[in-house]
């Protein structure tokens, strides 16, 4: 009779326990499904459940201070980040005046009888306003692409964007006596893209080239649309190669450069739910671009 009473007693609990175990394990799906929802949207409700147990209840109150911590500092990170935005293009918007005034007095002086020592002062000022001039307005421009979410998508063919960049590069190409490689499908590979924001990607990345390149470029698509732009770079390293994308980021062979290009590249690709990567094999740079 008495075992009989302790296997009463032994079940009730197993069955309570399997009860409370069955009670938590809903209370923790539920805790899952509003963190995903809480993660995904701008809200500032609280975790709720349905579980009286105080230490579940407990748990989601943390979570839900926690959330909260985290959205504050969001929105902190993206004021932040849009008030340094604005800055930038202001003061890039700002600097092109007083620019174009030092370039309208070299040009003046420029004019004047001078020894040769100051022409070739003159001359290197003159250089160094250019590159002023040109990280100004990629400050400007990249300020303004990161700041603008909408684009134009329409349908558009990858194959003849890619050629009227390449034409557009030809006095480059020949003044460094590079001969490209052109492999485009006649295809062209039809994509939902925006077509100003492809042919930037496609320009900023064929002006590294010719920045890098040691005589030789190449550019082959296939018929999916994936594309890779490759230039024999003598003078890069493999650290050189994984920081391309950084932000205001030059090797030693293009200290004239602002470091802008391939990151406002990148920034388009993947704006456009694409993907851009680069490799480093045998002293040739490869840059590889593929959209869905």
């Not at 008495?2 to 009670?23: A, Q, S």
């Not at 649309?225 to 920081?243: M, P, R, W």
Request: glycine share 6%; proline share 1%.
């Amino acid at each position: 009779m008495l075992l009989w009473m302790l296997c009463g007693v032994l079940t009730v609990i197993i069955v309570i326990l399997l009860i409370k175990i069955r009670i938590i394990q809903k209370s923790m799906d539920e805790i899952c499904a509003c963190l995903s929802e809480h993660l995904s949207s701008d809200t500032n409700q609280l975790i709720t459940i349905s579980s009286g147990d105080k230490y579940v209840r407990h748990l989601a109150g943390e979570i839900s201070v926690q959330l909260a911590e985290l959205r504050r500092r969001h929105r902190q990170y993206a004021n932040g980040d849009r008030e340094l935005k604005e800055a930038v293009t202001n003061i890039s918007h700002d600097l092109r005046t007083p620019l174009t005034a030092i370039c309208g007095y070299l040009e003046l002086l420029e004019a004047e009888k001078m020894t040769n020592d100051a022409k070739r002062y003159i001359e290197h000022i003159g250089s160094r306003i250019e590159a002023l001039k040109s990280l100004t307005e990629e400050l400007f421009r990249y300020s303004v692409i990161s700041s603008v979410s909408d684009l134009n998508y329409e349908n558009v063919n990858m194959g003849r964007v890619l050629e009227d960049t390449l034409i557009s590069f030809y006095g480059a190409f020949e003044q460094k006596n590079i001969v490209p490689y052109v492999s485009i499908p006649e295809s062209g590979a039809m994509k939902n893209l925006d077509r100003s924001a492809l042919s930037r990607i496609f320009g900023n990345i064929i002006s590294n080239a010719v920045k890098y390149s040691d005589g030789d470029f190449s550019v082959i698509m296939s018929e999916a649309g994936n594309i890779t732009f490759s230039n024999t770079a003598l003078e890069l390293s493999t650290v050189d190669v994984g920081k391309l994308f950084d932000r205001f980021y030059t090797v030693d062979s293009a200290r004239k450069s602002t470091g802008l290009g391939l990151s406002i590249a990148k920034l388009l690709t993947e704006r456009m739910n694409g993907s851009i990567s680069a490799e480093y094999k045998e002293n040739v740079l490869y840059i590889t671009v593929s959209f869905e």
